[in-house]
């Protein structure tokens, strides 16, 4: 099929005010690492609901002459001869994955771009279009169903149950301060309730969320700064599996650094909270680096794992982690000691386009599966600079040879069917398929 007789949906630019605006003639496109796709309907979704429109400054965008069938990047608008626009990014909705990232090109002094994704959009039928994918139909995370005046009728009731619990003020502030989903369905009684606790981190992760040093670019949220005690976190974990069905509690949050160096109090914790309640799960999102820890924890009551890793290959996974006092090997003697315990093992897969679906990448994914006991993939968007990652990653893979994010989950699905995917933590109900 050619390219005239393809239904391309319109390019999308902001002026300097910030206000969007599509464009006549001229195609949105995708990029991934030096791949440039014109979007067509057939290669997008309507944008979810709950997704949001981010602004490129230091970029001027890269779209698809439809007349000349070539590539342009746009340096001022073309309703406004000499007004500078820009590129406009979608950051999508939790439950999707992008497939392909907003097309820009930097301007020489490009400042780095805050911790987001940026997906490419579209306009189309009267509607926004993203490149990209549902990998989770649950609707644990939509914003529709988090009404901001029950989440302060359960923070008013927690606060008259709880007056001294210094877990639950946190999580008060992450809710209605930092918007963040999981506290907001913890006050609501609804599926999984964080329970952040490490104050450090034996990783430097280059998209750390909650902590960035000597760099340009802001955390999204101030890390947690006291540690709860065992009987705190088990007041709120109690309270909420109580009440909840199918209750998953979890430590390792974005408001926190390595929930298994502080251990010595989730330990207790966990005992406390199966003393009182048999139901429930309790996980723990990790890098998974002390296998000698994770293996008391297991004994203490620990029914999953989710371990987040950008890349399977040792060289890619530690340029981002930038591990401390822990290698690559110690993650993968994690993630074995959890399947010889019966426990549930996911991979938080931090994915970005031109990098994910690399040949290369795929080949040492689908081996790594094949070899160690992986039950589920979360497929979770790398919030960071794309053409930053790039080049970071680039240093150490040459294999810039793509097959497309679509077409790398349908081969991980036909090499490995019983594999869950997913984006949020299942309850221990769901841990078979």
Known sequence: MSRRSKRFIRALVANEQGKIFDLDGYAAVGMACGELIPLTESDTINMPAGGEHLFLPDRRPIVYNTSSEDFEVLTENPYAPGKQIFPVAAFNAPGYTISLVSAYAEESDAVQLPLFSYGAVGWSRGGFR?????????????????????????VTKLRRQTPSNRLRRHLETCALTYGCPAAKNFFLGRYEAPLPTSRNCNARCLGCLSLQEKSSIPSTQKRIDFTPSPDEIAQIAIHHIKRTRRAVVSFGQGCEGEPLLAADVIEPAIRLIRKAV???????????????????????????????????????????????????SDVVD??????????????????LPGFTDAKSEVAALLCFLEDHPVRMIQWRNLNYDPVRYWQIMGSRSKDHELIGIPTLLDRVRQAFPRLKFGYFNPPREKFTV
Do not use: H, W
Request: glycine share 10%.
């Open 130 to 154: 993203v490149a990209g994918l549902r990998v989770d139909p649950e609707r644990r995370q939509d914003l529709s169903l988090m009404p901001l005046d029950k989440i302060k009728k359960g």
């Open 278 to 328: 048999r139901s429930g799960t309790i996980n723990m999102n990790t890098n998974g680096s002390l296998p000698a820890v994770l293996e008391r924890l297991f004994e203490a009551g620990l029914d999953s794992i989710r371990v987040s890793m950008n890349s399977v290959r040792k060289s890619c996974y530690e340029a981002y982690f930038r591990p401390r006092g822990y290698g690559f």
């Open 334 to 351: 994690g993630i074995d000691l959890a399947g010889r315990k019966g426990k549930f093992v996911s991979i938080n897969y931090l994915n």
